[in-house]
């Protein structure tokens, strides 16, 4: 089992950037694949970024590419959502989530998730 911690969110200004944090425990955690989901008020969850259990593969959903990076720490037991040039359309309750599996596969489905943190806020002003 993993239990997954968000930290990093917060209110900041258009432009400016966050880096989130995904801390899980176990021992486990270089068998998981991590993504990062998140939702705004009145909308569903829609998937942001996942990474591999080693990295070897990372995906952001295509508009925010050019803004988010995923990244991890093994040794930390950690993942990271870097968000730069924030817009106000960005501001939402941010999940990561863990996904076991023996490959370097990689989901953008929520549903493939076996284990969810409790969600982080950013909220960005205009």
């Known amino acids: 089992q993993v239990q997954l911690v968000e930290s990093g969110g917060g209110l900041v200004q258009a432009g400016d950037s966050l880096r989130l944090s995904c801390v899980a425990s176990g021992r486990e955690f270089g068998n998981y694949a991590i993504g990062w989901f998140r939702q705004a008020p009145g909308k569903e969850r829609e998937f942001v970024a996942a990474i591999s259990r080693n990295a070897h593969n990372a995906r952001v959903i295509e508009s925010l590419k050019d803004r988010f990076t995923i990244s991890r720490d093994n040794a930390k037991n950690t993942v990271f959502l870097q968000m730069n040039s924030l817009r106000p359309e960005d501001t939402a309750v941010f999940y990561c989530?863990?996904?076991?599996?023996?490959?370097?596969?990689?989901?953008?489905?929520?549903?493939?998730?076996?284990?969810w943190g409790q969600g982080t806020q950013v909220t960005v002003s205009s």
């Open positions: 989530a863990a996904h076991l599996v023996y490959s370097e596969y990689i989901s953008a489905v929520s549903s493939q998730y076996d284990y």
